[in-house]
C-alpha cells in the first residue's frame, strides 16, 4: 500500500505547494490526511494562512477544505510531485536549486 506523499507536516517556509487568491489570500499546504487518489469533497489540508485581514500580515495555522482553496486560489508555488497530482491551474515552475530564492518571493 503506498503512503501519502504529503502526509508528513512542513514547516510553512518550506510548503508542498502555495495557492494565492483575491484579498490577499495565501494558502502554504504543510500537509495532507489523504492520498490525491482519496479525496473527496470533504477532504481536508493543514495549511499556514494569511490575507489582508490579517494582523500585520501574520499567519494562523489549521485545516481547511481542500476544495475551498482549489476553487478561490490559483496555485503560485509547487513541488514536482504536487504538480502531478494538483497541477491542474497555471503554477510557477521549481528548479530544485533555484527553491529557495522562489519561496522568498512570497
Same mark, same amino acid.
Given at each position: 500500500?503506498?503512503?501519502?506523499?504529503? #502526509?508528513?507536516?512542513?514547516? /510553512?517556509?518550506? =510548503?508542498? /505547494?502555495? *495557492?494565492?487568491? /483575491?484579498?490577499?489570500? %495565501?494558502?502554504?499546504? !504543510?500537509? &495532507?490526511?489523504?492520498?490525491?487518489?482519496? %479525496?473527496?469533497? *470533504?477532504?481536508?489540508?493543514?495549511?499556514?494562512?494569511?490575507?489582508?485581514?490579517?494582523?500585520? #500580515?501574520?499567519?494562523?495555522? #489549521?485545516? &481547511?477544505?481542500?476544495?475551498?482553496?482549489?476553487?478561490?486560489? &490559483? !496555485?503560485? *508555488? /509547487? %513541488? =514536482?510531485?504536487?504538480?502531478?497530482?494538483?497541477?491542474?491551474? =497555471? *503554477?510557477?515552475?521549481?528548479?530544485?536549486?533555484?527553491?529557495? &530564492?522562489? !519561496?522568498?518571493?512570497?
Amino acid at each position: 500500500m503506498a503512503k501519502n506523499p504529503f #502526509g508528513k507536516s512542513r514547516d /510553512a517556509e518550506k =510548503p508542498y /505547494a502555495i *495557492y494565492k487568491g /483575491a484579498n490577499g489570500f %495565501e494558502w502554504r499546504i !504543510l500537509k &495532507t490526511y489523504k492520498k490525491p487518489e482519496n %479525496e473527496d469533497e *470533504y477532504a481536508r489540508w493543514f495549511v499556514s494562512a494569511t490575507s489582508d485581514l490579517m494582523f500585520e #500580515g501574520s499567519y494562523e495555522y #489549521g485545516d &481547511t477544505y481542500k476544495n475551498d482553496i482549489i476553487h478561490n486560489g &490559483t !496555485l503560485v *508555488y /509547487a %513541488e =514536482p510531485e504536487w504538480q502531478e497530482h494538483y497541477g491542474n491551474k =497555471p *503554477y510557477i515552475s521549481i528548479i530544485d536549486n533555484e527553491e529557495e &530564492t522562489i !519561496l522568498s518571493q512570497f
